[in-house]
């Protein structure tokens, strides 16, 4: 396969994944993992390299969040899954 028919390829899979409620919830884990919105200073060059490369790969993925509209969307039902984990975290 030539270049340009795999990157379709990778944009229909992915696709695909956010427009499910359960890609929606996996991807939004992830980014909240790869801390993209938090800050990664540290004194500790090893800690401050290691988070950058989570956050690198976090912006990559975030990249091809911001260009499709369906997955903004779905953010919402992101934070609601988000905040009843949260719930039954203080319940148990």
């Known amino acids: ?6 990157e379709l390829k990778d944009k229909e899979d992915f ?10 919830r996996f991807i939004s884990r992830i980014l909240d993992y790869c ?8 004194n500790d060059v090893a800690i ?3 988070k950058e490369g989570k956050r690198d790969v ?3 993925l975030w ?3 911001y ?3 369906n997955f903004l969307q779905g953010l919402d039902y992101a934070k609601k899954y988000r905040q009843e984990l ?3 975290d203080i319940k148990n």
Do not use: A, W
């Open 1 to 6: 396969m030539e270049q340009r028919s795999l």
């Open 15 to 24: 696709i695909s994944v956010i427009n499910t409620q359960e890609g929606i």
């Open 35 to 42: 801390g993209i919105f938090t800050p990664s200073f540290s």
């Open 48 to 50: 401050m390299s290691f």
């Open 58 to 60: 976090g912006l990559m």
């Open 63 to 65: 990249s091809q969040v």
């Open 67 to 69: 260009d499709n509209v």
């Open 86 to 88: 949260y719930d039954d």
